[in-house]
Every structure is written in structure tokens, then in C-alpha cells.
């Protein structure tokens, strides 16, 4: 993983674009800007953990560009849940519950994100309260959207049949 500066990045990551994501449609150019100041970019390659089972759940990552798996462990057992891809976020959950992290994040091409940290979310709410509560909105409708793929893929995957 390398950290890069936002004037450095060769990818478009103007608040215009960046809007077009889930999570940060809705946001003021402004308040974008701060989290990219703010924020730390991340170059990651193709293959490489962005984070892993067991570690401080800090910070959440957001997809700037490129495309992401997460593979979530329970026990000894570990399997890939979801693809995570320009602008949504992978990591909040961990953050907000103040846990370790549940599973693993590897990139599946190179990929540009944009690390925000609980300091940063914090210092984000403080200078950005309308903002904030946006972002808030967008991550739990992110957070909606994946409970309901996950619930359906288990009663898909579910043998016990109920008879209601």
C-alpha cells in the first residue's frame, strides 16, 4: 500500500466525480475536499490486504477507484460476502462498533482508496455537522443494501424449509 497525496493521484477524484458514488453523493464539494486533505490516500496494487482478521477496526476505506473483496471469518471458517467497488466504504461497521475487524479486504485490481479514521470522522462531524449527518445516511443505506443481499443469500442457502 502506498500513500499518495491527492494533487499526485492520476485518478479522477474531483468532488464532481467522487459525488457519483453512493457514499459521497449528496455531500458539498467542500466537505469532500476536506476528506481528501484530511483523509489518507492509498494506492493499493492488485492482491494486496488492505486490512486483515483480528486488527483494530480505526479507520473505514473508501473506493475511489478499483474493486475490492471482503471475506468475512468466523472461527476457522472464511468466505468472500461481498465486492465492494467506486464509492462505497468498507470498514465502517468495525469502526463504529468499536471491534476488532471480522474478516479480510484484498484488491482485485489496483485500486485507489481513501482511508478515514475516527479522529477524522470525528473532526468531520465538528466542521461539517450537515455534511456528516449526509455521509451518516449514505453509509447506512450502504450498510442496508448489503444486510439485505447477505439475509436473502441465506435463505437462499438455507435447507430448513418453514411452514407459515
Not at 73 to 98: D, N, W
Not at 124 to 133: A, E, K, R
Amino acid at each position: 500500500m502506498n500513500t499518495v497525496l491527492a494533487k499526485e493521484s492520476t485518478y479522477d477524484i474531483s468532488p464532481a466525480h467522487l459525488k457519483e458514488g453512493s457514499i459521497f453523493g449528496a455531500l458539498s464539494e467542500a466537505s469532500i475536499l476536506y476528506l481528501l486533505e484530511h483523509g489518507e490516500l492509498h494506492e493499493v496494487a492488485k492482491g494486496e490486504e488492505i486490512f486483515s482478521y483480528g486488527c483494530k477496526g480505526e479507520s473505514f476505506h473508501a473506493v475511489l477507484h478499483g474493486v475490492l473483496d471482503f471475506y468475512k471469518q468466523h472461527g476457522k471458517k472464511k468466505r468472500k460476502t461481498r465486492t465492494i467497488r467506486f464509492g462505497e466504504a468498507i470498514g465502517f461497521v468495525s469502526m463504529i462498533a468499536l471491534h476488532k475487524r471480522v474478516g479480510s479486504v484484498c484488491a482485485v485490481e489496483d485500486s485507489l482508496l481513501l482511508e478515514i479514521s475516527s479522529h477524522l470522522f470525528s473532526d468531520f462531524h465538528d466542521q461539517y455537522p450537515f455534511d456528516f449527518g449526509i455521509l451518516l445516511m449514505n453509509l447506512s443505506r450502504d450498510m442496508a443494501r448489503t444486510i439485505r443481499v447477505l439475509s436473502n443469500a441465506l435463505v437462499e442457502n438455507d435447507d430448513v424449509v418453514s411452514k407459515d
